[in-house]
């Protein structure tokens, strides 16, 4: 028997009052009486169970080749070259193979940015649940990088100096993942909101010492059998006597600039180029106009998905993120987050039903220097970008030739709050033409936010993967493996590009 009693004393004897068949003990006020056949009993199914525990374990071990099985042929030293290496063959992968890789830019955004966004909509953002780690983003001859050494660094894995695209330090070109994806089979897009030959999608896509020359990227980018091509950026390709443009149409390209052509489009090989320069701000589109990000991006999965069997590497850039914060204009750049976050629940879904999808997001930089808090302050008030109506250009836009009475009513009602402390401050920037710098200013102030540079620093940025693979994306990296490490799961061969492109000269022709 087992009998378990309270007692109040707290010290510990063994008394034999119960004879040869119950020992007694107590310890700490509690009794206990043991039979010694059931104590005996107890023992054997202990000894039992240690002994099945060990032959358990040696099993697995077994199983697992930790444990070497003794009748296999060990390596004696001889010499083996004349057999064939096997090394390689009929080995599981240690990590799932995908089939596309979709690459997610948010320009800019860093840290800061997406605690205020997140802060703005109220709760999570959909790029939360999938982050995995940093990058940092210093170029070959700075500290702080721009985005066109940032883009080389993640496109081709190499740092260069600022303003190089796909260009070594020495301006001899450098072959890019999506060019290596290209040439083993896969098919390939960008889908941008800046111009289409801006520094993230050039530094995928061509070579240049310099990232202004327009022309020349998107004389390469034509000749590249990219698939989808969407962005802003159409002055590019419709000058020089549509020199761009009607070459593109010639190898075969659909060149559309209308959202009524845009949404009709079934076929693939196709550029579509709905603004100028960049596209505009979302807080300010004319959906008439001007397809969204998330509408570009919903299109160019459907285009890329259509009749391929190789998969696809898609590159997509919330570019306007960092064109808001180099203007400091709080709303256009939170605006342009959260459109950024809303394609990356739409990538996400397209993940979760593809499920041979990898998706990597990060940014090349951050801008601005945002800060959430300020002159001592312990607060900052997310209402106040949530409430404003239009960009600071936009605004500045609107009040042209209107009287003082109203324009006062006018930025009052575009930036939704009270503005009666600042109208003289409002009244002496426009006589001096910096309206645009002044409004930011005001709702900086007003929301209890900072920023301290209209550039780039130099922090790190946040890095997130989603899907198989993603592991290898895990912790604190340098950018330059984003290329390595995509380069290794779709075993792309970079240097074969690179290697193609000796003779090319990356400084443009005259004609261009």
């Given at each position: 028997k087992i009998k378990m009693s309270w007692a109040s004393s707290d010290d510990m004897f063994l008394s034999s009052s119960f004879g040869d068949d119950v020992n007694q003990y107590r310890t700490n006020g509690w009794s206990v009486y043991i039979t010694p056949k059931k104590l005996a009993l107890g023992a054997l199914v202990s000894i039992v169970l240690i002994v099945g525990l060990v032959i358990g374990a040696v099993l697995l071990l077994e199983e697992e080749d930790i444990i070497p099985d003794p009748n296999e042929t060990t390596d004696t030293g001889a010499d083996t070259s004349t057999h064939e290496d096997t090394s390689t063959h009929d080995v599981e992968p240690e990590y799932e193979i995908p089939k596309n890789i979709i690459i997610m830019i948010s320009d800019g955004c860093g840290p800061a940015s997406y605690t205020l966004a997140r802060s703005c909509v109220g709760s999570q953002l959909n790029i939360d649940e999938l982050l995995v780690g940093s990058f940092t983003t210093k170029s070959s001859d700075s500290l702080v990088t721009d985005s066109a050494a940032a883009a080389t660094a993640m496109a081709c894995g190499v740092k260069t100096y600022n303003g190089a695209i796909g260009v070594l330090p020495d301006k001899t070109p450098v072959g890019s993942i999506m060019e290596a994806a290209l040439a083993k089979g896969?098919?390939?897009?960008?889908?941008?909101?800046?111009?289409?030959?801006?520094?993230?999608?050039?530094?995928?896509?061509?070579?240049?010492?310099?990232?202004?020359?327009?022309?020349?990227?998107?004389?390469?980018?034509?000749?590249?059998?990219?698939?989808?091509?969407?962005?802003?950026?159409?002055?590019?390709?419709?000058?020089?006597?549509?020199?761009?443009?009607?070459?593109?149409?010639?190898?075969?390209?659909?060149?559309?600039?209308?959202?009524?052509?845009?949404?009709?489009?079934?076929?693939?090989?196709?550029?579509?180029?709905?603004s100028e320069s960049h596209m505009d701000y979302n807080i300010d589109r004319n959906a008439t106009q001007q397809p969204s990000l998330s509408d570009m991006v919903e299109k160019a999965l459907f285009l890329l998905t259509k009749d391929n069997e190789n998969g696809f590497m898609l590159l997509i850039e919330g570019s306007k993120i960092d064109l808001a914060a180099h203007e400091n204009d709080l709303a256009s750049h939170i605006g342009e987050i959260i459109e950024f976050d809303q394609v990356v629940g739409i990538v996400k879904d397209y993940a979760d039903r593809h499920k041979d999808t990898l998706i990597v997001a990060t940014s090349d930089h951050e801008t601005g220097g945002l800060t959430l808090g300020?002159?001592?302050?312990?607060?900052?008030?997310?209402?106040?970008?949530?409430?404003?109506?239009?960009?600071?250009?936009?605004?500045?836009?609107?009040?042209?030739?209107?009287?003082?009475?109203?324009?006062?009513?006018?930025?009052?009602?575009?930036?939704?709050?009270?503005?009666?402390?600042?109208?003289?401050?409002?009244?002496?920037?426009?006589?001096?033409?910096?309206?645009?710098?002044?409004?930011?200013?005001?709702?900086?102030?007003?929301?209890?936010?900072?920023?301290?540079?209209?550039?780039?620093?130099?922090?790190?940025?946040?890095?997130?993967?989603?899907?198989?693979?993603?592991?290898?994306?895990?912790?604190?990296?340098?950018?330059?493996d984003l290329a390595k490490i995509i380069t290794s799961i779709f075993s792309l061969d970079v240097e074969a590009i690179t290697r193609t492109l000796q003779d090319f000269d990356p400084n443009p022709p005259e004609s261009l």
């Amino acid at each position: 028997k087992i009998k378990m009693s309270w007692a109040s004393s707290d010290d510990m004897f063994l008394s034999s009052s119960f004879g040869d068949d119950v020992n007694q003990y107590r310890t700490n006020g509690w009794s206990v009486y043991i039979t010694p056949k059931k104590l005996a009993l107890g023992a054997l199914v202990s000894i039992v169970l240690i002994v099945g525990l060990v032959i358990g374990a040696v099993l697995l071990l077994e199983e697992e080749d930790i444990i070497p099985d003794p009748n296999e042929t060990t390596d004696t030293g001889a010499d083996t070259s004349t057999h064939e290496d096997t090394s390689t063959h009929d080995v599981e992968p240690e990590y799932e193979i995908p089939k596309n890789i979709i690459i997610m830019i948010s320009d800019g955004c860093g840290p800061a940015s997406y605690t205020l966004a997140r802060s703005c909509v109220g709760s999570q953002l959909n790029i939360d649940e999938l982050l995995v780690g940093s990058f940092t983003t210093k170029s070959s001859d700075s500290l702080v990088t721009d985005s066109a050494a940032a883009a080389t660094a993640m496109a081709c894995g190499v740092k260069t100096y600022n303003g190089a695209i796909g260009v070594l330090p020495d301006k001899t070109p450098v072959g890019s993942i999506m060019e290596a994806a290209l040439a083993k089979g896969m098919q390939a897009g960008l889908v941008v909101t800046s111009e289409i030959t801006h520094a993230t999608p050039a530094g995928f896509s061509s070579h240049s010492v310099s990232r202004d020359y327009g022309d020349f990227i998107g004389s390469q980018q034509i000749q590249k059998n990219i698939d989808v091509m969407f962005g802003g950026g159409k002055k590019f390709f419709e000058s020089n006597n549509n020199q761009n443009r009607d070459k593109a149409t010639q190898l075969g390209y659909k060149y559309i600039t209308s959202v009524e052509d845009f949404k009709v489009l079934t076929n693939k090989r196709v550029i579509g180029l709905f603004s100028e320069s960049h596209m505009d701000y979302n807080i300010d589109r004319n959906a008439t106009q001007q397809p969204s990000l998330s509408d570009m991006v919903e299109k160019a999965l459907f285009l890329l998905t259509k009749d391929n069997e190789n998969g696809f590497m898609l590159l997509i850039e919330g570019s306007k993120i960092d064109l808001a914060a180099h203007e400091n204009d709080l709303a256009s750049h939170i605006g342009e987050i959260i459109e950024f976050d809303q394609v990356v629940g739409i990538v996400k879904d397209y993940a979760d039903r593809h499920k041979d999808t990898l998706i990597v997001a990060t940014s090349d930089h951050e801008t601005g220097g945002l800060t959430l808090g300020r002159d001592g302050h312990y607060h900052y008030d997310p209402d106040i970008p949530n409430g404003i109506k239009k960009s600071s250009a936009k605004i500045v836009e609107s009040i042209e030739g209107l009287d003082d009475t109203a324009t006062m009513d006018m930025i009052e009602k575009y930036l939704g709050f009270d503005i009666e402390e600042y109208k003289e401050d409002i009244r002496n920037a426009i006589i001096t033409n910096k309206l645009e710098d002044i409004i930011n200013q005001i709702v900086a102030k007003e929301a209890d936010i900072q920023w301290t540079t209209h550039g780039h620093t130099g922090v790190d940025v946040n890095l997130y993967a989603y899907g198989p693979s993603e592991e290898l994306f895990y912790g604190q990296k340098e950018n330059t493996d984003l290329a390595k490490i995509i380069t290794s799961i779709f075993s792309l061969d970079v240097e074969a590009i690179t290697r193609t492109l000796q003779d090319f000269d990356p400084n443009p022709p005259e004609s261009l």
